[in-house]
């Protein structure tokens, strides 16, 4: 039994045996890496390297000897000394496994130390390459911050060159700066001068033109008033003396009524009592006096007929002398409103704009798209634009304003606000735009307005004629009047317009239609195709 256990413990000591052969091969790898000297990567440290390949060496050499000293234990356990062994056999497997113990213990030491020299010998090895290699990378440092100590240099040389120049042209800078200050502060004194030397004689001037307008005004006021108080006189007397007549008239006719209906009641008793009287006398003779009765009765009704007719014919006579003396008095007071007209627009005084003044009349129906059209105009071409609505509704809220009361009232009734306002106020805006391309927009629209201007402004180039259908006008102001505020976007303003506007405004387009100055343009299009129309007409007639 014992001699079938040391047989089968035979192969364990084999096993040391391959172990111990293992450990060697481990050595050999050892010498082979270090045949090449290549050094170690860098973040292992050259000491390190060596040790790393002879450790699993060692480690497999004491694993072989661990074996095996277990094995021999356990087969002294089992089968007791040397002495106790049952046969020669065993005896024998004995002594042989001890020997090779032996023998792999002797050669594992062998190795172990052959592992250790090579091991050292490895370390002296990568330690002088690792020298090496420090010797190289302090010189390369050596080498490279040379270099930057030179490239330091030449860009400090460099920074300074260029901080001398900025410095000198800091200072011409400054010098220019000063200069130019100084001629343009002297500039400024002297138009500041000017200017208020412009504004006084301006001042001076509107205070003397204005004073001169108050008068006039004035004066035509209390003329106006005279004239107006003796026209109510006169026709409050024509009225009270048609009206004695007309009440005389009726008295008499009156009287004529009574006399004729008392004569015919006389009459009618006469007939009655007459009637009476025969009756009792004779039945036939009745009926004759009937019959006179009836044709006094006949009598009577005529006359009182001619009567009437005659006192109505009076009174119709008496009713159209007193209208023509009403429309006699209206012509007299028309006339007297002309004059005070006249006076007043005597004093709009204006001072003529120069004759190379381009000025466009933009007109259109209410809600064509004037405003827009002229919007697009500005961007592209630099026109001023004045609307005149937009200046009169600007006047209107102005505070202290004499005509915001007056210019409320037109313009919610859709009616011209009279030109005076309309053109001062234009001329005022031309004057202070000082600019030499306008469009006017929304203006003339009345005959009297496109004559004044032109003669006391300026003459117009061309007009721009924005032609749009009624309801297609409609349908935009009632949706412009959602957000727009204004008194005149609501439909009973936009239907008065409507009529002034074909009344009074397109005779005005007719006006410069004969004299060929008139460019129309469709509005029933989108903006975008309005305004491609409306560029067209600009660029062929202003040459632009
Ligand atoms: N071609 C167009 N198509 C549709 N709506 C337009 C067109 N042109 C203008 N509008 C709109 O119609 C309204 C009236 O235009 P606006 O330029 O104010 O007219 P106006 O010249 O009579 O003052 C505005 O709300 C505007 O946006
Ligand atoms: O020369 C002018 C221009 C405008 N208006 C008044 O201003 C209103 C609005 O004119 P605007 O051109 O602003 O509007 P539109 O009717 O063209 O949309 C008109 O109805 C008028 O009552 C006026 O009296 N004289």
Redesign the pocket.
């Known amino acids: 039994m014992s001699a079938l256990l040391a047989a089968r413990r035979a192969p364990a000591a084999a096993n040391a045996l391959r172990l111990s052969g293992y450990a060697r091969r481990q050595l050999q790898s050892v010498q082979i890496r270090k045949a090449h000297t290549q050094p170690p990567k860098a973040d292992v440290p050259p000491t390190f390297y060596p040790r790393m390949t002879a450790a699993p060496a060692l480690l497999w050499t004491a694993a072989a000897l661990g074996v095996g000293v277990f094995w021999y234990k356990e087969v002294e356990e089992r089968f007791g000394a040397e002495g106790a062994s049952p046969s020669p056999l065993v005896g024998d497997a004995k002594k042989k496994t001890a020997e090779l113990l032996e023998a792999g213990k002797a050669k594992a030491q062998g190795l172990a130390d052959e592992a250790r020299d090579k091991a050292s010998s490895a370390k002296d090895q990568a330690n002088e390459v690792a020298e090496n290699v420090k010797a190289n990378a302090a010189s390369a440092q050596k080498q490279a911050s040379d270099k930057v100590a030179s490239v330091k240099d030449s860009a400090d040389e460099k920074v300074g060159e260029l901080k001398g120049k900025a410095e000198s042209a800091k200072q011409a800078a400054t010098d220019k700066l000063k200069d130019a200050k100084q001629s343009a502060e002297e500039k400024a004194g002297q138009v500041k001068e000017k200017a208020a030397g412009l504004k006084q004689s301006a001042t001076d001037r509107a205070k003397a033109l204005k004073d001169i307008a108050e008068e006039k005004i004035d004066a035509a006021k209390s003329k106006a008033e005279d004239v107006k108080k003796a026209a109510a006189d006169k026709a409050e007397s024509v009225k009270k003396a048609v009206k004695d007549k007309v009440d005389a008239g009726k008295e008499k006719a009156e009287d004529v009524k009574q006399a004729g209906a008392d004569k015919a009641k006389s009459v009618k008793k006469d007939a009655e009592d007459k009637v009476e009287d025969v009756k009792k006398a004779a039945k036939g003779k009745a009926d004759e006096l009937k019959d006179k009765s009836e044709l006094v009765k006949q009598d009577a009704k005529e006359k009182v007929d001619d009567a009437k007719e005659t006192l109505k014919s009076k009174a119709k006579a008496a009713a159209e002398e007193a209208k023509s003396q009403g429309a006699d008095i209206k012509e007299k007071a028309q006339a007297g409103a002309q004059v005070v007209q006249a006076k007043v627009s005597e004093t709009l005084d204006l001072e003529p704009l120069a004759d190379d003044t381009t000025v466009v009349f933009?007109l259109?129906?209410?809600?064509?798209?004037?405003?827009?059209?002229?919007?697009n105009l500005v961007r592209d071409y630099g026109f001023v634009h004045l609307?005149a609505?937009d200046l009169l509704r600007a006047e209107q809220n102005r505070p202290n304003s004499k005509y915001g009361e007056l210019i409320n009232t037109y313009i919610k009734e859709g009616k011209i606000v009279p030109m005076e306002i309309t053109i001062a106020l234009l001329h005022a805006a031309m004057k202070e735009a000082k600019s030499s391309r306008f469009l006017i927009?929304?203006f003339p629209r009345k005959m009297d307005q496109a004559l004044k201007f032109e003669e006391a402004v300026v003459k117009s180039k061309f007009v721009l004629y924005?032609e749009c259908p009624e309801e297609e006008?409609l349908k935009?102001?009632l949706?412009?009047g959602e957000t727009?505020g204004r008194v005149d976007d609501n439909i009973e303003s936009i239907k008065k317009r409507f009529r002034v506007f074909e009344d009074t405004s397109y005779p005005v387009i007719e006006h410069y239609q004969d004299q060929g100055k008139v460019q129309k343009v469709s509005?029933?299009?989108?903006?975008a195709?309005?305004y491609a129309q409306t560029k067209d007409v600009i660029e062929k007639e202003l040459h632009l």
């Open positions: 933009v259109g129906g209410p809600g064509a798209g004037k405003g827009t059209q002229c919007a609307s609505g927009d929304g924005f006008m935009r102001l949706k412009r727009s509005c029933k299009q989108p903006i195709s309005v």
